[in-house]
């Protein structure tokens, strides 16, 4: 199928490479031992997530010998999520540093967290997300031009793929020749994707590029997040501060990974999740209020995250009476804990009519996913946007029927589609 | 506005210093909370919503950053 470029790499090539170390292609359901192992030490179990299923953790790198934790339980998730001062970020600073550089979101714990947060949290609130769903909808409607008239489609690579890396790049001032470079940069950052020093490069020049246009939207300010961000600003007691170039960059390279990724699979998972339920699909065709329900038990069910990076005991603690000796790493595992069956009947079930309950999808506690909202309405739009346009959505019968796979992120093979 | 006294008589008060815009709220209890341009939560002075609704949306918020408390209890 398509490349981006005449004997280069295409981007279903780099998803491939970038998820492969990951677990895609290895497991394709891991919940069935998520439930075996759930009911033990309160679901707290004492490996990592990649040792439970026989493979090497690309993540561990950086803390080699330490002792491995996984939350399976809700009870077991929610509590390391909360407990932030006991299970701190400091473990994923050190994991991420070649990533996301010194300064990110994710890598540093409260009070500098907080206030980095409350700096550039503006960016995804109600008035920015005007700015947002202005990218959003005329990218999806360009897309889907593009191949509405062939009747067939692979829609993961065509059009799940191709609409939130778009999104962050408009929002960020990178020029439109630049998008296929940028996604890839963004794909080779993203945790345990790919070598340190490859993460590493990828970042530096991301760094440089950002640099630049930050330089001009300080020339000239233009209706784009970078120009919201320069802008922004916190009071303390000691006055007024504005956000520092060092902490632009770092959510720059934290907001890549983490919004390139996420998104697009979660939307291809819940376009095969839909196929495979033709009564569904015709529902929501009918009876859009809906697809919010739709976009949120896709992501309690086969969220695209398998677990938030690990988190560092500070101290000799406890969880759920288990043991945990300072200096352990603990991985919150928020896909197992929204299949607890103590939380969510019947929580194997794929059900949109379920009663409305919070899940651990966008994580819980101090670090709740910054783009959350972003996230919500992107998967919303683009769910929607296909069903204006694409009628009798079904797998198309000439391809192998898709399944879903991966460990630490889930996606779905492809989404092979025909419609009208 | 940090504070409200809910129709039932409990008083909620939230604390925005907290607040990680989870959404929680504003979808469990629409006409009691909602976020702002800053991405933070703001109470809003009606609210219909049934105090069970805001009870649980205190309960489910991710930052323990919604409070419910009834008048009079210790």
Request: hydrophobic share 40%; glycine share 8%.
């Amino acid at each position: 199928m398509s490349s981006t470029s005449e004997g280069g790499v295409g981007r279903q090539d780099w998803e491939r490479k970038t998820t492969s170390r990951t677990g895609a292609g290895v497991v394709d359901d891991p919940y069935p031992r998520f439930a075996e192992l759930r009911p033990t030490n309160g679901g707290v179990h004492d490996s990592s997530f990649f040792a439970m299923f026989g493979m090497g953790d690309p993540t561990s790198e950086a803390w080699k010998g330490a002792q491995r934790f996984a939350t399976l339980s809700y009870a077991a998730t929610e509590h390391v999520l909360r407990e932030n001062t006991i299970f701190t970020n400091a473990g994923i600073r050190r994991m991420t540093q070649h990533a996301f550089g010194p300064v990110s979101l994710m890598g540093s714990d409260d009070p500098d967290h907080r206030k980095f947060r409350l700096l550039v949290q503006p960016a995804f609130g109600k008035k920015a997300l005007g700015l947002w769903q202005s990218w959003v909808k005329p990218r999806l409607d360009e897309l889907i031009d593009g191949f509405v008239d062939k009747g067939r489609t692979d829609l993961y690579f065509e059009y799940c793929s191709q609409f939130p890396v778009f999104v962050i790049a408009m929002t960020l001032g990178v020029a439109r020749d630049d998008l296929d470079w940028f996604q890839e940069q963004a794909g080779l950052m993203q945790i345990g994707a790919a070598p340190a020093e490859q993460a590493r490069a990828a970042r530096l020049e991301v760094e440089d590029y950002m640099r630049k246009v930050i330089a001009e939207r300080r020339r000239a300010p233009q209706d784009d997040l970078i120009s919201l961000l320069i802008e922004s600003e916190i009071t303390e007691p000691d006055g007024k501060h504005k956000i520092t170039e060092e902490q632009i960059l770092g959510l720059v390279c934290n907001l890549l990974p983490a919004g390139v990724g996420t998104t697009f699979r979660s939307l291809g998972i819940t376009l095969v999740t839909l196929m495979q339920r033709p009564d569904l699909l015709a529902r929501l065709y009918e009876d859009r209020s809906l697809v919010p329900a739709v976009v949120e038990e896709t992501l309690r069910w086969n969220g695209p995250v398998l677990t938030s990076p690990f988190r560092l005991a500070a101290e000799d603690t406890e969880i759920m009476g288990v043991k945990i000796p300072k200096g352990s790493l603990v991985e919150p595992g928020i896909a197992a804990a929204n299949r607890d069956p103590l939380q969510f009947e019947n929580p194997d079930v794929f059900d949109p009519f379920r009663p409305v309950k919070p899940t651990l999808a966008f994580s819980y506690g101090p670090h709740f996913c910054v783009g959350g909202q972003v996230a919500r309405l992107e998967l919303r739009a683009a769910l929607n946007a296909l069903l204006d346009r694409l009628p009798n959505l079904r797998f198309d019968p000439n391809e192998p029927e898709p399944r879903l796979t991966g460990l630490l992120y889930r996606m779905p093979t492809a989404v092979p589609a025909a419609w009208g | 506005m940090d504070t409200l006294v809910h129709p039932s008589g409990v008083r909620i008060t939230i604390d925005r210093g907290r607040c990680v815009c989870s959404e929680t709220c504003t979808s469990m209890a629409p006409q009691t909370f909602e976020t702002d341009d800053e991405g933070l939560v703001r109470l809003l002075d009606g609210g219909s919503d049934p105090e069970a609704a805001v009870r649980n949306a205190a309960a489910c918020c991710p930052v323990q950053a919604i409070r419910v408390e009834t008048p009079g209890a210790p």
